[in-house]
């Protein structure tokens, strides 16, 4: 069991590293507009389908913690970037927490997701906007003080959390789809599954570590 945990989260969080070196990079070099919407979206959607196999306190946070080093191992060093994972990751954990909230046994189920997803998408970009403003007083951040930390928490929290609202509930209704079908090596997967999960994770970090090169 304790093997595929760890499996787990190297899975979720190369898949949620993938998306943030290669999306990320992609709209980086567009110059797109609040990078940071899109991003925590995915990352929001990709962690509640993983909740649903892993329901325990800290889950996301490690898979935060695997999704920044995936990140760090394939893509130019954002400080910034890097924080702002781990403080999503961790602040999915702690509103879940908080709330004690089952994602697919607790009834009126869909709309407490909706909830949930609001209120860590806006917990996590208002710890990510004070600790990069006046904690590390980055450069991009510091300067513009309390203007640039309202405008990333209530403009770009609030598109993200309408995103949120969305991404959990339909990431728990796919993780729930995919767990009645056996389809992750956490509780009772196939040896198939097991291996094709193994094989896809391993392609994924050796991407990165060639990247990285």
Known sequence: MRRRMILFVLFFGACWGAV???LGEVLHRMDAPRTAVALGILAFFILTVARVFWPMPGSSTLIASCAMLFKFTNAPFFGCHLLGIFLLGGAYDLVFLASGHDLLTTRYRIA???LCGIAATYLGFALFAVTITYVFRHPYWAPYGLPRVLDHVFVSGTLAAVGGAIAVPLG????????????????SGSWMTTGAMSLLTMVLWILAATVSL
């Open 112 to 114: 407490k997701n909706a």
């Open 172 to 187: 728990a209704w796919i993780g729930e789809i995919l767990k009645n079908r056996k389809l992750a090596p956490v509780e």
């Open 20 to 22: 943030e070196a290669i």
